[in-house]
């Protein structure tokens, strides 16, 4: 059994910054790939990063050049950093992982983006 606990998320003004952390515990494998979703009101769930045991990563093209996903196997800790916020960023950012072959979601951390 996994666990996901997601952190880091607030309320900032247009421009500004924030970094989303996802701790995970359990039965977790630093060679299991992590990713972030985001839900926004009325939006279907859409992906934003993910991330490789090897470092590789991926990005929806709505925030490349603006959010960057980074992990710590030692900590088993995934990072979402994310700068020049917009409202569109608006969501609930949600923690994923696949461990030997099930799928693991965290509660969810509210993002809001307004001045």
């Known amino acids: 059994q996994v666990q996901l606990v997601e952190s880091g998320g607030g309320l900032v003004q247009p421009g500004g910054s924030l970094r989303l952390s996802c701790a995970a515990s359990?039965?977790?494998?630093?060679?299991?790939?992590m990713k972030w979703y985001r839900q926004a009101p009325g939006k279907q769930r859409e992906l934003v990063a993910a991330?490789?045991?090897?470092?590789?990563?991926n990005y929806v093209d709505s925030v490349k050049g603006r959010f960057t996903i980074s992990r710590d196997n030692a900590k088993n800790t995934v990072y979402l950093e994310m700068n020049s916020l917009k409202p569109e960023d608006t969501a609930v950012y949600y923690c994923?992982?696949?461990?030997?072959?099930?799928?693991?979601w965290g509660q969810g951390t509210q993002v809001t983006v307004s001045s």
């Open positions: 994923w992982t696949r461990n030997r072959g099930r799928l693991f």
């Open positions: 991330i490789t045991s090897g470092g590789s990563t």
């Open positions: 359990g039965s977790i494998f630093t060679s299991d790939p």
